[in-house]
């Protein structure tokens, strides 16, 4: 191994695992240049998916060029090299290759997928659309009037409407309070020198991590990295965000819109991914929200009242803040009394808890459904990235179901009082409704 890497880690996954990611084991290694990568070798199959994942994203850009590393990054599948768009195109097409860009507010991500007889080839092409993008004046416009296209059509969604005022509320002046698509003002004034701007400060190999499932070896994969990455900046002139302060005011807020049915979005705070409490808070969310047809507010809301086709509640952690928001539409003539419904299961969950019963059957699907999503090698190559932005260790693969199944009945109850807090629940209704 040339004594290139700094660890290897072998951690083979227990019997309840799905038996592709059973039968392998998750690799650490680090490149002679310091980027970190994770790695399942999967040699049954020809083939093999990667996973770039670059931190801090969308977030990062200046409120006034909103929109710049959305535009830069649909851009990059956009002729790179002495290649147009077309020419670009064809070739992934020759290659057999899948290449896949995305931009979030904490992340930029890449995907590739191609086959070992054509890893050379297909890793060149996905290095020069990274390394050497043509940011085309008429491209530019084309990705723009696409993204325009985007932004105007947010203007007449009640789900989108009522989430950026959440968000605007929640946030404030935090990049996180406004949205990474950016307005027609922002992105119709950007500029080609904005978008090499951003493409200069986000694809940056110290914010890197890497990760890969399939017929690889750990130092092919060095060897790959750093051929893939090696010439990228080693570091962007934007420093990483400082954490947002939640600036939620409590109870309702209309904002009228002409529908048929109004669109309420709740929460307030939640709780960190790092927190001890996360996996007891993971469980209520579950339990209350969380599970379809099995969760309270589904059985309150929509199987009891017939107040709402479906509700769901999430656990938001992103890197600078973290919230517990819930959403749902009902009729403009009902949408009050399923907040009246609302509010008393939050402040039951708060104030009584949980059962038994809830948290085993909870803790069965929990643990049971968790091998179902390494059922790809694509899957596995994004989790094990993910993974590495959280900070986690790849032990934590085979002990996750072990920290759910750990969590105790009154630990959860002790929990629900500190998720669920009545008197800060924010909630926004979006439409035209009756009684608010």
């Known amino acids: ?65 909103r929109g710049v590393t959305q535009l830069m990054t649909g851009l990059l599948e956009e002729g790179s090299g002495e290649m147009d768009a077309q020419a670009f195109a064809a070739a992934k097409e020759g290659l057999a290759v899948s290449f896949g860009y995305r931009a979030y507010q904490d992340v930029l991500g890449i995907s590739a997928r191609f086959l070992t007889a054509n890893r050379a080839r297909s890793v060149a092409l996905l290095r ?31 789900n989108d409407l009522v989430g950026k005022a959440f968000d605007a509320e929640a946030y404030g002046g935090h990049p996180y309070g406004s949205d990474d698509l950016g307005t027609t003002e922002t992105v119709s004034a950007l500029r080609r020198d904005d978008i090499v701007s951003s493409h200069r400060n986000t694809l940056v190999r110290g914010r890197v991590v890497v990760s890969a499932v399939g017929d690889i ?19 962007s002139d934007l420093p990483l965000l400082e954490p947002a302060t939640i600036g939620l005011q409590t109870g309702i807020q209309v904002i009228d819109f002409p529908t048929p049915q109004s669109v309420a979005l709740f929460g307030h705070s939640g709780i960190d991914r790092d927190d001890p409490d996360f996996f007891a808070a993971y469980i209520l969310n579950y339990i209350f929200g969380g599970n379809g047809f099995e969760s309270r507010l589904m059985r309150e809301l929509r199987e009891t009242r017939g107040l709402t086709y479906g509700v769901n509640t999430y656990l938001v ?21 399923a907040i009246d ?35 790809g090698n694509a899957k596995i190559a994004r989790i094990l990235a993910g993974m590495q932005l959280q900070g986690l260790d790849p032990s934590y693969i085979a002990n996750r179901n072990g920290k759910i199944e750990a969590v105790s009945l009154s630990e959860a109850n002790r929990v629900a009082a500190r998720l669920f807090q009545p008197e800060r629940l924010r909630i926004m209704v979006i439409g035209t409704p009756q009684g608010l």
């Open 1 to 65: 191994m040339r004594g290139i890497f700094s660890a290897v880690v072998a951690i083979f996954i227990g019997l309840w695992a799905a038996p592709l990611w059973a039968a392998n084991a998750v690799q650490t290694l680090t490149t002679p240049s310091g980027i970190n990568a994770w790695l399942v070798e999967d040699h049954n199959i020809p083939f093999v998916a990667l996973e770039l994942h670059f931190r801090g994203g969308s977030a990062l850009e200046p409120l006034a060029k």
């Open 128 to 158: 020069q659309s990274l390394i050497a993008p043509r940011f085309d004046e008429d491209a530019i416009e084309r990705v723009r009037a696409q993204m325009l296209t985007g932004i105007r059509a947010q203007t007449k969604d009640p």
């Open 217 to 235: 070896t750990a130092e092919e994969l060095s060897t790959l990295i750093e051929n893939l990455l090696g010439d990228l900046p080693p570091n």
């Open 317 to 337: 952690t992103a890197d600078y803040a973290n919230l517990y928001l819930g959403q749902f539409a009902s009729a403009n003539e009902r949408v009050a009394e």
């Open 341 to 375: 419904v609302l509010k008393a299961e939050w402040a039951k969950i708060a104030r009584d808890g949980i059962t038994e019963k809830e948290l085993t059957r909870a803790k069965t699907y929990l643990t049971g459904a968790y091998p179902l999503r390494f059922d």
